[in-house]
């Protein structure tokens, strides 16, 4: 959705009649961008990314009926919104590359009818979600913008807090008596704060940016604490650094600024001497319970690339408030 940002704003400022297409309900398709979204204009352009343009077409012939409605109503649809249902089987899909075939419910809706403020506070990074209602035949939607900072109000607000807080994209669709209700979340970024360098380092700010993330290196407690201090609503400290004069102290600036992931690289002497230095600084044991280290996943890591892959595989099921275990012995929707 943040790579729409640029568009949607050209659009809005052409007086461009374009619609916001994306997800309400899916099934199938296998790994996918939570975050997927595209805009359609009248003249059959598409800007995003939505199971591999697949459906591109279809969304195309639905713009072209919303404005047909609009126009035999003697003017544009204005508020009028549309949720249609599209499927790819077999070899469709394989032609599409994607990983399955599947279906999904796709709300598309006026440009005009989004606040502007969503897309302000998308380009500055901020976390924040987008509600959607639409009324009972689902042909009239209005949004409101929902930060994470706001006052709960209903239901729909509690659950944009929710996805808030795993800081990773994620939608969900309410049903309730007066209609349905899209919950569209988009934290910022997890922005991976890599204390030390070297050739490690560089591989976890690699595969930081693989994913999506930010990533920064510093090499002092006073370069880490103003980027803890700037982006502790993002924060992910990694600290690799053995120096007693830059470790502890960032790693308790870190705990005392609540940053959603901690972790310290070391063997269990290292992490015991770390533990007995955050102690003596005064951090109680619930803080010291939210330090991974040693850090990582257990996955037989022995490569400067393979524990790369283990950390951020750690701060992606911490950020995700999920158990690192294998899916076949987990129980419920792959992806919830």
């Known amino acids: 959705m943040r790579e729409l940002v640029e568009t949607a704003r050209q659009w809005l400022a052409e007086g461009r009649a374009g619609y916001l297409a994306r997800p309400v309900t899916e099934q199938g398709f296998g790994p996918r961008d939570p975050a997927g979204a595209v805009l359609v204009d009248a003249r059959g352009e598409c800007v995003g990314a939505l199971y591999r343009g697949v459906f591109d077409a279809e969304l195309i012939a639905e713009v072209g009926a919303i404005g047909a409605m609009g126009a035999a109503a003697g003017g544009v649809s204005g508020g009028t919104a549309r949720v249609c249902e599209v499927s790819v089987r077999g070899p469709e899909a394989e032609a599409a590359k994607l990983t399955c075939g599947g279906q999904a419910e ?9 606040p502007a403020e969503w897309w302000e506070l998308l380009d500055e990074g901020v976390g924040v979600a987008l509600v959607t209602r639409l009324n009972e035949t689902a042909d009239q939607a209005t949004s409101e913008v929902v930060r994470a900072t706001d006052a709960v109000r209903d239901e729909a607000g509690r659950r944009a807090g929710e996805l808030l807080a795993v800081r990773r994209p994620g939608r969900d669709a309410l049903y309730g008596d007066s209609g349905l209700v899209l919950v569209e979340a988009y934290p910022s970024a997890p922005y991976v704060v890599i ?64 940053v959603p992931y901690v972790g310290a690289l070391g063997s269990r002497r ?50 995700g408030a999920r158990k690192a275990g294998a899916l076949r012995d987990a129980e419920g929707p792959l992806n919830p």
């Open 195 to 258: 204390g030390g360098g070297g050739e490690l380092a560089e591989i976890i700010e690699r595969q930081a940016l693989l994913l999506g993330w930010e990533a920064v290196l510093v090499t002092g407690r006073e370069e880490a604490a103003q980027v803890i201090e700037a982006r502790r609503d993002a924060a992910c400290v990694v600290m690799l650094s053995h120096d007693e004069e830059f470790d502890v102290p960032t790693l308790r600036d870190a705990l005392a600024a609540g």
């Open 270 to 319: 290292t992490t015991a001497r770390r533990r007995e230095g955050l102690i003596g600084a005064g951090v109680s044991e619930a803080q010291l319970a939210l330090v991974h280290g040693p850090i990582g996943l257990d996955l037989g890591a022995r490569t400067p690339a393979e524990t790369a892959l283990a950390i951020c595989a750690e701060i992606l099921g911490v950020l």
């Open 106 to 114: 796709v709300l598309i809706q006026p440009l005009a009818a989004i």
